[in-house]
């Protein structure tokens, strides 16, 4: 998949959609890439380089070990690390390279992403979408293109998740896809116990298959 007018193109596992393990479509959205240009071509296929290398163990990062972990019990082999990440797409919000973690995107960096956003909905047509960052998601469910969907109930001996989250979760439609968020996987409110108790009703309620 190429969109002319994106920095970063998606990342589409092979099984994406109805044959992945999860039986639908499950796009995950985080907020931003940190680092310096490589060039538009070397930019273009980062985050294919990014995940390839997190599936071979060649490169590691808890951002990355805690969504699958949020996701599937286990993806501790490459085999296994293969599976989950052919069965979704990941798409990095803003498209613009930052110079560091914790520093916020721009109103014009925020503004360019939006639309690049809805083109990207539009063609990967997912029926499940996961904001890996709240403050993506808090951008988006202020658009009244995304109304208000009914709101994920927490079960109450999820413990991990109750520390984290309140119950019930927000939700929203974004086109036929249920889409709601998770704290930064990377954060302390964060990690992959506590959203489990997120993932895993967002997925069912989007009638798909979990498997954690």
Same mark, same amino acid.
């Given at each position: ?18 044959e992945?393990i999860?039986?639908?479509? =499950?796009?995950?959205?985080?907020e931003?890439n940190?680092?310096?240009? +490589? ?6 296929t980062?985050?294919?380089r ?21 996701f599937? +019990? ?7 690390r293969? &599976? ?6 990941h ?6 390279? !930052?110079?560091?973690?914790?520093? $916020?995107p721009? +109103? ?16 990967? +047509?997912?029926?499940?979408? !996961? ?8 951008? =988006? ?14 079960? &109450? ?19 036929? $896809? @249920? ?9 302390? @409110? ?13 997925? &069912? ?6 498997w954690?």
């Open positions: 998949m190429t969109i002319s007018n994106r920095l970063f193109q998606p990342w589409v596992g092979k099984r994406y959609g109805n992945s999860f039986k639908i479509p =499950i796009l995950i959205v985080g931003s940190y680092g310096i240009s +490589e060039g538009s071509e070397r930019d273009s980062f985050t294919h990014l995940i390839n290398s997190i599936i071979d163990a060649s490169w590691r990062h808890n951002f990355f070990s805690n969504i699958q972990r949020t599937v +019990e286990n993806a501790n082999t490459q085999e296994l293969t &599976e989950f990440w052919h069965s979704v797409a798409h990095e919000y803003i498209q613009h390279w !930052l110079p560091r973690p914790k520093v $916020a721009t +109103e014009e960096m925020w503004t360019t992403a939006q639309p690049i956003f809805r083109e990207i909905v539009a063609e990967l +047509e997912p029926k499940c979408i !996961l904001f890996v960052c709240k403050r993506v998601f808090d951008r =988006i469910s202020i658009s009244p293109d995304f109304p208000v969907s009914t709101p994920l109930s927490i079960d &109450e001996n999820n413990l991990f998740t109750l520390k984290s989250y309140k119950s019930p979760h927000p939700v929203i439609k974004i086109d036929n $896809a @249920l889409a709601s968020w998770i704290y930064h996987p990377t954060s302390h @409110l964060g990690g992959f116990r506590k959203p489990r108790g997120i993932v895993s009703p967002l997925i &069912e309620a989007a009638g798909g298959k979990t954690v």
